[in-house]
């Protein structure tokens, strides 16, 4: 139980890496804020935590609006009284070439991917900043490390979280708080299925056949699933970690090793 007693606010925790990293934490001890708009999923997953043995609590969150954020963090404070770990897992995803890429596409994907990650940081800095300790754990991508000739924004964004993340651990390393983030790969969820639905119209080919030409290009055989994401989540929550900031790891099965 290395995180026994200790408070994690997870943003988009009612499914996939979400839903997974916020039932990993648990089992390390922590108490869960779901930080999720989707109700029913919400609920889920809070029931999940309960069931586990620690406390949950719902707060519908709109990452793109201050004001909610504001309310994440003063919600979490009044039943908690203290905030240690945010992962920041909420993200969009939308494929299309560079010739058809809009405006409204690219502020969606990075309000959200990128935009977001940095204004729920600032939102637990104080308390973080206050304690002199605390841990940010980010979503990026091995997207954010290379080129696209599809999702752009996409990439653009991830490559934003791996820049915040660097800088949120310069600026607060003094401050006892810790910011990481992790580069996932082809990782099976609701979000895959949307990836495998629109690039397989671009290429020409069936959600299925993308699906498994992406497969074999990993090395370590198989699809990602969420939970290797949540250990690896886990970890850089813990104290084994205590040495680490400013990192952007890759967990990729050995697609990108760079």
């Given at each position: 139980?290395?995180?026994e007693?200790?408070?994690?606010?997870?943003?988009?925790?009612?499914?996939?890496?979400?839903?997974?990293?916020?039932?990993?934490?648990?089992?390390?001890?922590?108490?869960?804020?779901?930080?999720?708009?989707?109700?029913?999923?919400?609920?889920?997953?809070?029931?999940?935590?309960?069931?586990?043995?620690?406390?949950?609590?719902?707060?519908?969150?709109?990452?793109?609006?201050?004001?909610?954020l504001?309310?994440?963090?003063?919600?979490?404070?009044?039943e908690?009284?203290?905030?240690?770990?945010?992962?920041?897992?909420?993200?969009?995803?939308?494929?299309?070439l560079?010739?058809?890429?809009?405006?409204?596409h690219?502020?969606?994907?990075?309000?959200?991917?990128?935009?977001?990650?940095?204004?729920?940081?600032?939102?637990?800095?104080?308390?973080?900043?206050?304690?002199?300790?605390?841990?940010?754990?980010?979503?990026?991508?091995?997207?954010?490390?290379?080129?696209s000739?599809?999702?752009?924004?996409?990439?653009?964004?991830?490559?934003?979280?791996?820049?915040?993340?660097?800088?949120?651990?310069?600026?607060?390393?003094?401050?006892g708080?810790?910011?990481?983030?992790?580069?996932?790969?082809?990782?099976?969820?609701?979000?895959?299925?949307?990836?495998?639905?629109?690039?397989?119209?671009?290429?020409?080919?069936?959600?299925?056949?993308?699906?498994?030409q992406?497969?074999?290009?990993?090395?370590?055989?198989?699809?990602?699933?969420?939970?290797?994401?949540?250990?690896?989540?886990?970890?850089?929550?813990?104290?084994?970690?205590?040495?680490?900031?400013?990192?952007?790891?890759?967990?990729?099965?050995?697609?990108?090793?760079?």
């Amino acid at each position: 139980m290395e995180l026994e007693g200790q408070v994690a606010i997870v943003t988009g925790a009612g499914r996939g890496i979400g839903r997974a990293t916020a039932l990993e934490l648990t089992r390390l001890g922590a108490d869960i804020v779901v930080a999720e708009l989707d109700r029913a999923n919400a609920e889920r997953t809070a029931g999940e935590v309960q069931a586990l043995g620690r406390r949950a609590s719902v707060v519908p969150t709109d990452v793109t609006s201050r004001p909610a954020l504001t309310t994440m963090v003063e919600r979490t404070h009044a039943e908690f009284g203290r905030i240690d770990i945010l992962v920041n897992n909420a993200g969009i995803y939308r494929a299309a070439l560079p010739l058809e890429i809009t405006e409204e596409h690219w502020d969606a994907v990075m309000n959200i991917n990128a935009k977001a990650v940095f204004f729920a940081s600032q939102a637990v800095l104080p308390t973080m900043i206050a304690q002199r300790r605390g841990a940010i754990i980010s979503l990026a991508s091995m997207a954010g490390k290379v080129g696209s000739r599809t999702n752009l924004p996409y990439n653009a964004s991830k490559a934003a979280v791996i820049s915040i993340t660097k800088s949120l651990a310069l600026a607060h390393a003094a401050d006892g708080i810790r910011a990481n983030c992790i580069c996932p790969g082809f990782v099976e969820t609701d979000m895959w299925t949307l990836v495998a639905r629109e690039q397989s119209v671009l290429m020409g080919l069936s959600p299925e056949d993308f699906t498994e030409q992406r497969a074999a290009q990993v090395p370590l055989g198989r699809m990602e699933r969420p939970e290797d994401v949540a250990k690896v989540i886990g970890f850089l929550a813990s104290d084994r970690a205590a040495y680490m900031t400013g990192q952007a790891i890759n967990v990729t099965g050995g697609l990108i090793m760079h």
